[in-house]
């Protein structure tokens, strides 16, 4: 059974940076896409940053060159970057992932995922 364990959010001021990890464990043979995803309060959740297959990477818009997406295999452990943080990414963050995907297809929607963890918040204030 896989387990996903996010940790590192947090309460910061606008501008400011976090780091989220997710770290897997049960099932630690690859897994060919791994994403964040977030849900603000009232709203639906949606993807924010995928690594695909052949580790490439792809943003939803809002997010692009401020968040980074990574992963170290040998720690089983994806990690998300957020610099210049905003009130409007207040949000609980998901690390999702799926055993099998194509490559170069990057994708942000829930119903692609089988794996999920429990969230971190993350709150910006202005």
């Known amino acids: 059974q896989v387990q996903l364990v996010e940790s590192g959010g947090g309460s910061v001021q606008s501008g400011g940076s976090l780091r989220l990890s997710c770290v897997r464990s049960?099932?630690?043979?690859?897994?060919?896409?791994m994403a964040w995803f977030r849900q603000a309060p009232g709203k639906e959740r949606e993807g924010v940053a995928v690594i695909g297959r052949d580790g490439s990477t792809s943003y939803e818009d809002s997010v692009k060159g401020r968040f980074t997406i990574s992963q170290d295999n040998a720690k089983n452990t994806l990690y998300l970057q957020m610099n210049s943080l905003k009130p409007e990414d207040t949000a609980m963050y998901y690390c999702a992932s799926v055993r099998y995907c194509s490559y170069g297809y990057y994708p942000f929607a829930v119903t692609e995922y089988t794996y999920w963890g429990q969230g971190t918040q993350v709150t910006v204030s202005s």
């Open positions: 049960g099932y630690t043979g690859r897994m060919d896409c």
